[in-house]
């Protein structure tokens, strides 16, 4: 199976939160992130987090993560339209520089 | 963070021929790097640029086809030879920078080959 994992879609309504997992297989993570990506642009760094963190707020965005189940997921509360958009989840591993990337999850706020 | 800019924004170019793109970075950096994206695809790793030295190719990447240059701290270009419709991608450029290992990256070239 892939290292990191996402489910590809996720439709929400707009005001609703939103919740996208996550999970990766190496435990030696050292740093995990999400990236977002808008139709036609480049990735955008959103959030990151450490893997000696439980959980990280930053605004609407709640990271949190369970390293025992190598689970991360990114919360976003208040989902508006301009939050449609792609979300990639990466993870770097000790002794490396080179993230490793998912899949994405689109994710759709329809009205 | 760092601000990434790539040219072209996008081309469409005929199979054979060869295109360069290039990116700028608004600070010194040590490392780029050059990934693909085919479409409904991840992020996949081209090669690793470090000025004053060669490029370092991942696995299924080869110096012929990616030709990296990197003349200084802020600069590189990746070129895409003798183009085939497989090569169809966006490339995005990246830097790594900050204590936290921050990777950013440029808002990509689009890349429609005919």
């Known amino acids: 199976g892939e290292d990191v994992e996402q489910s590809l879609f996720l439709s929400v309504r707009e005001g609703d939160s939103s919740v996208i997992n996550c999970t990766y297989t190496?435990?030696?993570?050292?740093?995990l992130y999400w990236y977002k990506q808008e139709p036609g642009a480049g990735l955008q760094l959103l959030t990151y987090?450490?893997?000696?963190?439980d959980m990280k707020q930053d605004q609407r965005l709640t990271v949190l993560l369970n390293k025992k189940d190598k689970h991360l997921s990114l919360r976003i509360a208040d989902t508006q339209t301009g939050d449609s958009a792609i979300y990639f989840c990466?993870?770097?591993?000790?002794?490396?520089?080179?993230?490793?990337f998912g899949r994405g999850t689109s994710l759709i706020v329809h009205p | 963070s760092a601000v990434i800019s790539q040219k072209p924004s996008r081309d469409i170019c005929q199979r054979g021929t060869s295109l360069t793109i290039q990116c700028q970075v608004d600070?010194?950096?040590?490392?780029m790097f050059w990934y693909r994206q085919q479409p409904g695809q991840s992020l996949t790793l081209i090669a690793t640029?470090?000025?004053?030295?060669?490029?370092?190719?991942e696995s299924g990447f080869v110096i012929d086809k990616f030709p990296i240059s990197r003349p200084n701290l802020t600069f590189s270009t990746l070129t895409v030879s003798n183009m085939s419709p497989e090569d169809s991608s966006i490339y995005l450029c990246?830097?790594?920078?900050?204590?936290?290992?921050?990777?950013?990256f440029g808002p990509g070239t689009r890349l429609t080959v005919l």
């Open positions: 190496d435990s030696s993570s050292t740093y």
């Open positions: 990466a993870e770097i591993t000790g002794g490396s520089y080179i993230p490793t």
């Open positions: 600070s010194q950096v040590t490392m």
């Open positions: 640029a470090n000025q004053g030295s060669e490029a370092t190719y």
């Open positions: 990246s830097v790594r920078q900050g204590g936290e290992n921050e990777q950013f």
């Open positions: 987090i450490f893997s000696n963190m």
